[in-house]
């Protein structure tokens, strides 16, 4: 339920913060949205041998600017490296250690964090995810 109260806060602050009329709204004007990740949102079959999650936006993005946030301790992953943008300026690649059997569940900024910000400094849209990873056998 807390978890469910914080995307529509989350949700609203979006809808609220960018009251822009359709004619005012273009591809340089819109702020920058998650539009791949890997693992993908849902997947309940990761690889728990991943080393890397990546999300990848839909504009040119800062360098070393991120919110890789938690929703709680027990779902964020170990993280193993610094976090870094590939030469595509759009793909951010965070290095991790995985277990298998858990659920993962990552904010791409949030409602405190928006480090996520596109070249001209305009905080992405924030992204809640989720995903579970296999169980070994």
């Known amino acids: 339920m807390k978890m469910l109260l914080g995307l529509i806060a989350c949700t609203a602050l979006v ?7 359709a004619e005012d709204v273009t591809v340089a004007t819109a702020l920058p949205v998650v539009v791949k990740t890997v693992p993908q949102a849902g997947a309940s079959d990761v690889d728990p ?15 070393d600017s991120w919110s890789w946030s938690q929703l709680s301790d027990e779902t964020f992953p170990k993280v193993d490296g610094k976090p870094k943008y590939e030469k595509d300026k759009r793909t951010c690649v965070l290095p991790v250690k995985l277990e298998p059997g858990k659920t993962y569940a990552i904010w791409l900024n949030s409602e405190k964090f928006d480090g996520f910000k596109d070249a001209d400094g305009r905080s992405a849209v924030p992204y809640l995810l989720v995903f579970e990873t296999e169980k070994k056998q």
């Open 49 to 63: 041998d991943l080393k890397a999650i990546e999300v990848t936006f839909s504009k040119d993005m800062t360098d």
């Open 15 to 21: 809808f609220s913060a960018s009251a822009w009329r």
